[in-house]
């Protein structure tokens, strides 16, 4: 079983639309959740990050970890065009010494005008 | 605002050369990390840098890897011979706060 999980998409919505982005993992061990954005042939761009479950909002943008069953979610409000990028989720262990990322695939996100 | 830098952006070298390439880690940042991310496919953890020394590397990270700090501002990856498979595009990271990993725009490698 892979680590982290993540449908790859691609997802279409039209400019406006509620997004929602999710993923699994497999260790619980993972304590920290992140979520960032990738826009092509650039390198990922820190949106949030929440630690252990709950929620977490930053304007359009709302992340929610539920650890009972190992599921994060992304929630974009009012989606844009400017939203369309591939969104990765990430995930910190907790207990080690070194903070790796481990990622999940990504998903494509286009929001249509 | 502080950024990461990395160069060069694009570099294309022949199977079995040896290649650098450099970052340049925001300035008081303290944990350092190498990425890659081969075409499709996810971002993956190659190694970790903290305190003058590799504090993780990855399965991927081989023999064939290093590291360095030379100068207290750059960190560089090492590639001493290059395989048609280790096309693809490196990201380094740095962090102050382990749950802020930024990340440079890459460097993409192309081995041929």
């Known amino acids: 079983q892979k680590e982290v999980e993540q449908d790859p998409g691609p997802l279409s919505v039209p400019e406006g639309a509620i997004v929602s982005l999710n993923c699994t993992y497999s260790?619980?061990?993972?304590?920290?959740f992140m979520w960032y954005r990738q826009y092509s042939r650039k390198g990922p761009e820190l949106l949030m990050y929440?630690?252990?479950?709950g929620n977490k909002e930053d304007g359009r943008f709302t992340a929610q970890v539920d650890k009972s069953s190992k599921y994060i979610s992304l929630f974009i409000r009012d989606s844009q065009p400017s939203d369309s990028a591939t969104y990765l989720c990430?995930?910190?262990?907790?207990?080690?010494?070194?903070?790796?990322?481990?990622f999940g695939k990504g998903t494509l996100l286009t929001v249509n005008p | 605002e502080p950024e990461v830098t990395q160069t060069p952006s694009h570099q294309v070298t022949q199977m079995g050369q040896e290649v650098i390439l450099r970052c340049v880690p925001i300035?008081?940042?303290?944990?350092f990390y190498w990425y890659r991310q081969i075409l499709g496919q996810k971002v993956e953890f190659l190694v970790s840098?903290?305190?003058?020394?590799?504090?993780?590397k990855s399965e991927i990270f081989d023999d064939q890897f290093s590291v360095e700090r030379p100068d207290g501002s750059n960190f560089t990856l090492k590639i001493r011979s290059t395989k048609l498979e280790d096309s693809a595009m490196y990201f380094c990271?740095?962090?102050?706060?382990?749950?802020?990993?930024?990340f440079g725009p890459g460097t993409r490698l192309t081995v041929t």
């Open positions: 990271a740095s962090t102050g706060d382990i749950r802020e990993q930024y």
């Open positions: 260790n619980s061990a993972f304590q920290y």
């Open positions: 929440t630690y252990s479950s």
């Open positions: 990430a995930m910190i262990m907790s207990g080690g010494s070194n903070y790796k990322l481990t």
């Open positions: 300035s008081n940042h303290l944990y």
């Open positions: 840098f903290y305190n003058n020394e590799i504090s993780e």
